[in-house]
T-cell receptor, first 109, second 114 residues
């Protein structure tokens, strides 16, 4: 079992829907990252969280340290949000990032 | 040019070839990373460099040889690769070296080994 698990693995929704992607981890972490990977491979860092909640535009990321769980929400989803979203946990006391397998999101117009 | 750049973007090589991947960051960062992303597998950390010194080798086979001549440039030298080494190779950089900073990723080099 991977130290970082994401669900769902694939998600298809209609434009405008509220999207939630979940990430659970089993290691002690100092921070958790949400990344977005577009077709072609380039990766963009969306959030880095160590507690609470962060919001950027239509994206919201939350983390519950006690439950070892984080969620990424997208409000008013748009086809340009279609990408793979990756959760990555920074192992406590190290630079090492452990990655989830990614969630492939497709937003249909 | 800003951000993290990687060249080439695509590479096809035979198992006996020698090739190199290049990464350059224009962000003034002190740490650089090589990652491997294989189909249907999570990203895997390969190497970490802090201030040009290698601080992590994640049990990577010796047919992958990294080189960091300065804090802005990182190379991955490839020699006698196997078809299973075909993957997307991503470079990243971060400002700090303590593990709490955001990493900025390049677009990746998609490698096919025949």
């Amino acid at each position: 079992k991977n130290e970082v698990e994401q669900s769902p693995q694939n998600l298809t929704a209609q434009e405008g829907e509220f999207i939630t992607i979940n990430c659970s981890y089993s290691v002690g972490i100092s921070a958790l990252h949400w990344l977005q990977q577009h077709p072609g491979g380039g990766i963009v860092s969306l959030f880095m969280l160590s507690s609470g909640k962060k919001k950027h535009g239509r994206l919201i990321a939350t983390i519950n340290i006690q439950e070892k769980h984080s969620s990424l929400h997208i409000t008013a989803s748009h086809p340009r949000d279609s990408a793979v979203y990756i959760c990555a946990a920074r192992v406590e006391g190290a630079q090492k990032l452990v990655f989830g397998q990614g969630t492939r999101l497709t937003i249909n117009p | 040019e800003t951000g993290v750049t990687q060249t080439p973007r695509h590479l096809v090589m035979g198992m006996t070839n020698k090739k190199s991947l290049k990464c350059e960051q224009h962000l003034g960062h002190n740490a650089m990373y090589w990652y491997k992303q294989s189909a249907k597998k999570p990203l895997e950390l390969m190497f970490v460099y802090n201030f040009k010194e290698q601080t992590e080798n994640n049990s990577v086979p010796s047919r992958f040889s990294p080189e960091c001549p300065n804090s802005s440039h990182l190379f991955l030298h490839l020699h006698t690769l196997q078809p299973e080494d075909s993957a997307l190779y991503l470079c990243a950089s971060s400002h700090g070296t303590q593990g709490r900073e955001t990493q900025y990723f390049g677009p990746g080099t998609r490698l096919l080994v025949l």
